[in-house]
């Protein structure tokens, strides 16, 4: 069974800046496209990027300018770098995982697509 493990979440004030981190397990980590998601309080789980293998990335149009999506096929461990962090980002953030490449090149990003789930970091941003 596929395992998905966060980190790397916190506290941060307006502006700064997270690099959270999501380490697979039990699995052939350059097998699976991988996506990171997130829960704001009171919303629907949100698409924010996904990666395949060869590093090709998708984002959603609200976070493309400050998140940037990477992958370490070596180190079976993907990245979610946000930058220029805002109060509306609180949310638990959670990783993906689906052996399905194509998901990671067609069409958007869903959460219906992916089968395994980490159990989130929470982010909090401060104004």
């Known amino acids: 069974q596929v395992e998905l493990v966060e980190s790397g979440g916190g506290a941060v004030q307006a502006g700064g800046s997270l690099r959270l981190s999501c380490a697979l397990s039990?699995?052939?980590?350059?097998?699976?496209?991988m996506g990171w998601f997130r829960r704001r309080p009171g919303k629907e789980v949100e698409a924010l990027a996904a990666?395949?293998?060869?590093?090709?990335?998708k984002y959603a149009e609200s976070v493309k300018a400050r998140f940037t999506i990477s992958r370490d096929n070596d180190k079976d461990i993907m990245f979610l770098q946000m930058d220029n962090l805002e109060p509306e980002d609180t949310a638990m953030y959670y990783c993906?995982?689906?052996?399905?490449?194509?998901?990671?090149?067609?069409?958007?990003?869903?959460?219906?697509?992916?089968?395994?789930w980490g159990q989130g970091t929470q982010v909090t941003v401060s104004s």
């Open positions: 993906a995982a689906e052996a399905a490449m194509p998901i990671c090149v067609l069409g958007g990003i869903s959460a219906v697509d992916f089968g395994f």
């Open positions: 990666i395949d293998s060869a590093a090709y990335t």
């Open positions: 039990r699995a052939v980590f350059v097998s699976y496209c």
